[in-house]
Each structure stands twice: as structure tokens, then as C-alpha cells.
């Protein structure tokens, strides 16, 4: 069982940054993959980013070159550093951890899906 509890989010002018964070706690030690989903008024959830079960790191074209994500060294706590906010950055967003397993070459299955409470973001002038 894991926990994840998101913070950071708020209300911000578009050009603008702002710092995400989520907190893991529980069964910390079989999360092998962890990011952040957004879901905007309307629209299905998307992926922002995530770090894979490498440590390698993805992100939604929209976002390249604006978030960066991060976490640090006991890899409890991810965090998403979203600068040149655009209107359509607002969403909410949710932290995600997964545990995978391996069933094939470059095939995965997810064995637990988790999620937090979500965080809202607003960029509006």
C-alpha cells in the first residue's frame, strides 16, 4: 500500500512558475515508476511527466522545455518545477506511482496503480 500526497499548487499568472511536490509513504519500496497526470475541464487525464522503471525520464511534448521533473535522494518525494506557465497548463494534477513487472522484453504489467488527491492549478491573468 502507498500513499501520495501532492502540494504546490495555486493560482498563477500565465508566464509564470510554480513548484509541485509529492510526498510517498507506505510500501515505498515497490514503486518502480512515478510522475504526474494532469486532467484539465473537459478532457481526459494525460501524462505531464514520469521517471520509468530506469530512472529515465518522459515527457508530454506540451511541456518540453517548461517542467522538469525531479525528486530527491531517498526517491520519497517527486516534485515538478512547471516555468512559462500557459492557460492551457490549467488542470488539476495528480502525483502517480506505479509497481511494475516485468513479464516480457519491453513489456510490462501494472501490478498497482496509485494515486493522490490531485492539486489544482490555475494560470489566468
Known amino acids: 500500500q502507498v500513499q501520495l500526497v501532492e502540494s504546490g499548487g495555486g493560482l498563477v499568472q500565465p508566464g509564470g512558475s510554480l513548484r509541485l511536490s509529492c510526498a510517498a509513504s507506505g510500501s515505498v519500496s515497490s514503486i518502480n515508476a512515478m510522475g504526474w497526470y494532469r486532467q484539465a475541464p473537459g478532457k481526459q487525464r494525460e501524462l505531464v511527466a514520469t521517471?520509468?522503471?530506469?530512472?529515465?525520464?518522459s515527457y508530454a511534448d506540451s511541456v518540453k522545455g517548461r517542467f522538469t521533473i525531479s525528486r530527491d535522494d531517498a526517491k520519497r518525494t517527486v516534485h515538478l518545477q512547471m516555468n512559462s506557465l500557459k492557460a492551457e497548463d490549467t488542470a488539476v494534477y495528480y502525483c502517480n506511482a506505479k509497481e511494475l513487472e516485468l513479464v516480457g522484453p519491453e513489456i510490462t504489467r501494472t501490478k498497482h496503480d496509485y494515486w493522490g488527491q490531485g492539486t489544482q492549478v490555475t494560470v489566468s491573468s
Open positions: 521517471f520509468g522503471v530506469g530512472g529515465s525520464v
